[in-house]
């Protein structure tokens, strides 16, 4: 267990170019990150959560028109906007901008807990470039019965991902490179189980990769040592990407208030 260095944190917000997010519709705001659960913005949501950890000295919310939260945030809240070829290049201009340490997480994550951030600080090890906050399928079932999720298996894990993204030293900027090549191909699988390698798609396909191997995968890749940090609460696996994680965060959000007071 280390000690956290002061970072900044990054809030990506923007919207997708192309049809109206789901979620906006069924919430009858213009953004997403406007919806409010519990009474509350998501986006605003996210920024207090950040702002009550002491590790964080910057925040940053980006989103394609930073016009959209005039007024809405605290005024040490930089927005800026957002990168139109996707969320990754959103990353890796803040890389480039602020580097590292850089906490990144998202909009729609909207019941996260200061708690949460500082769990994933605390249980990074210090050799790690790259952490990544999951629950377990076990916590999220503990935690969240009523909830269905969206899993990754591995041989020795099985979890999901809580929008929740350390990059902790500078080389941790190629995995954010990878990340832009996946996604300036998500239209083409060939071309990305090329850049991934098919060995590695075709075992995590199977259940016969271990988080070991996916280690070595991307330190193969990247040169970056990467970690997965399970986090103790299930809820923080709770994004809202749909009309029913709407409901779902709406029942969650009185009870989080009253175990961690906000």
Not at 43 to 51: E, F, G, I, P, T
Not at 101 to 110: F, Q
Not at 141 to 152: G, L, N
Not at 170 to 199: F, I
Request: with cysteine; glycine share 6%.
């Amino acid at each position: 267990m280390t000690t956290p260095p002061v970072l900044t944190a990054l809030v990506l917000a923007g919207t997708r170019p192309g049809k109206p997010d789901p979620v906006a519709v069924a919430g009858g705001v213009s953004h997403k990150a406007l919806l409010p659960i519990d009474g509350v913005p998501m986006v605003v949501r996210v920024v207090n959560a950040l702002l009550a950890v002491p590790a964080i000295t910057q925040i940053i919310v980006c989103l394609e028109d930073p016009s959209i939260l005039a007024g809405l945030l605290p005024a040490q809240v930089q927005v800026v906007p957002s990168c139109p070829e996707g969320p990754s290049a959103s990353v890796l201009d803040s890389l480039a901008r602020q580097g590292t340490p850089l906490l990144v997480t998202t909009a729609d994550n909207a019941l996260l807990q200061p708690e949460w951030v500082e769990e994933l600080l605390n249980k990074t090890a210090l050799q790690t470039d790259i952490a990544v906050g999951v629950a377990t399928q076990a916590a999220i079932q503990r935690s969240v019965p009523q909830t269905k999720r969206t899993y990754i298996r591995l041989t020795d894990m099985v979890f999901s991902g809580c929008n929740l993204f350390y990059f902790k030293t500078s080389v941790s900027a190629r995995v954010a490179q990878l990340w832009r090549t996946v996604e300036k191909n998500r239209k083409h699988p060939l071309r990305v189980a090329w850049t991934l390698g098919l060995g590695i798609l075709l075992r995590a396909v199977m259940g016969r990769l271990s988080s070991q191997a996916l280690y070595a995968r991307i330190y193969k890749l990247t040169s970056v040592h990467a970690q997965l940090v399970p986090l103790s609460d299930g809820r923080a696996a709770v994004d809202v990407d749909k009309e029913a994680d709407i409901i779902l965060a709406q029942k969650l959000a009185p009870a989080l208030k009253a175990q961690y007071g906000r």
